[in-house]
């Protein structure tokens, strides 16, 4: 049997995950790693692994199934997606959730020329907290949903911090409020503000001679990032953040607590929890098995943008429709 | 807009609860129930529910677009089926588990005959926790899956003490031991003997005169339902087990411990768990949902027999593509 066979476009922490999680995969193998540094200036986290230059990925079109867009949401996905949607079945994991409707209409335009699969905004959230959300709904009508993240790094708001006059580095973890899960496990179905379900946790190192107080100040004011969070700031030393601060942890849950009978008598939750040891590696799994989805649906005929909720469970599984009926159902 | 329109063939306390639960769904309507029994002896939870015999369901052919089966798994379903499935698109629950593939080929012979969506084993377990069971694998192929159910009554093992004589009545729950999902969650990866998964408590009343020592003997040795597990049995009055276990609370938790990275180094724990008040009307609740995508996939030109792994989440939704990206994504 002929392997399915994945590029993977961008080589950062999400890059190096795909690279080591296609190895769980016997039904894959790994063609190339395509990047816009120099090739020749890369090391891989595997021996064998070949690496390439983005501008060259286009000659990979009959020698790749499908490619795994690794690159950063902000800037870097918004381009590549509608791009590498032109010549390859593709998956990533698109998380602007607010963008995600516009995004979505043009990688379908252009996947719909081009005959190929292309699977937008899996990994987690999105992803498998969306399809969650979805399940979960569609059981309980009548209800409400709750998603808590953390505890775990949020890059984005560590690199938010970072950028702070003074700041050598720093982490962030986003820390879920354990009262507020307890009151949605109750079936208070609380309303919650932004406060009331996360706090923030930042370590932070800084330059010689900075103003720590002045850091302080300006991490807890930041608008968006902080602003509306109780926010704890600890000061500490590089060694320390390396020792202490270093993986890349992260995790959350997905809550609906609803009601059913003739007059809403009976009480019922449904929760979906991650707890993971390796954000990036998680999600380039669940990338993974998403490649696999788009493979087969091109095979079969498919064309066009799809999310995760598009996808029947089945396409994920390396196992036959009889085997996973005998062994999995 | 049309509804879709709903049948209910048999009705237990599963049929009570799709009767109840379609209410909670603005775009389905109920047809009529469909019994064994003298319709104008059946008293239905709801008004205005129409009751007619089972041999008149042919006539409803075209009036019907979902009929959802709510018989049991050891008699009923097993016939009625592959019968239904040659008229109506339908959904079931048919929990035999080791039988699943054989029941499968039944009512996909049928319903490819006769064009129609029959979408087999929905529910819970098999259901729901099929589903996760097949995405946690999936997404972590190194690592083992862990199933436990409860605390919740069990049907089975409570009609099996009824049976013995001296009996008058009794209730089941079906005890998760939390030592051995401790074990799970903290990595250590356990191979579990059944003991080691379950304990088994039960509320018996008894009949006057009966022999309470031989009475529990008698349960404690039952093959298959109880001589495999640590069982505790309790003698009350019928009072007390109509006061106190009067219920029908069920659940129970998915768990797929799993690890990543070039040598393993890294655990990730994904978790699905259902807390339900009512195991009918949550049963009865994710039948509604795939009745919503039988009828989408025969309106699509599907037919066939199908499992809930073989359906997109999106076709268990009442909201539109366009609505769940920009909502539940």
Redesign the interface.
Known sequence: MSKIRIGIVGYGNLGK?VE??I???KDMELVGIFTRRDPSTIKT??DDASVYHIDDARKWKDQINVMILCGGSMSDIPEQGPYFAKMFNTVDGYDT?AK??DY?DEVNKNALESGKVCII?SGWD?G?F??????A??????GNTYTFWGKGISQGHSDAIRRIKGVKDAKQYTIPIEKAIDAVRNGEMPELTIREKHKRECFVVVEEGADKAQIEQEIKSMPNYFADYDTEVHFITEEELIKNHSGLPHGGVVIRYGK???SNE?????????????NP??T???LI?YA?AAYRLHKEGSSGAK????????Y???KS??E???S??
Chains 1, 2 share one sequence.
Do not use: C, W
């Not at 709904?137 to 009548?142: K, Q, R, T």
């Not at 009976?266 to 390796?278: A, C, M």
């Open positions: 995950s080591t999680g190895m769980q995969n986290v595997t959730h995600i409707p979505f905004s999105p498998m969306s399809i969650n959300r979805l399940y709904e569609a059981i309980l009508p009548v059913t009978g003739i009976q009480n019922h939750i449904i929760e979906y929890k991650l707890d993971l040891g390796s590696d998680f380039a799994n669940v098995a696999r999310t995760v909720v598009d996808i029947a469970p089945a994920l599984s390396s429709a009889e996973i009926r005998r999995i159902i």
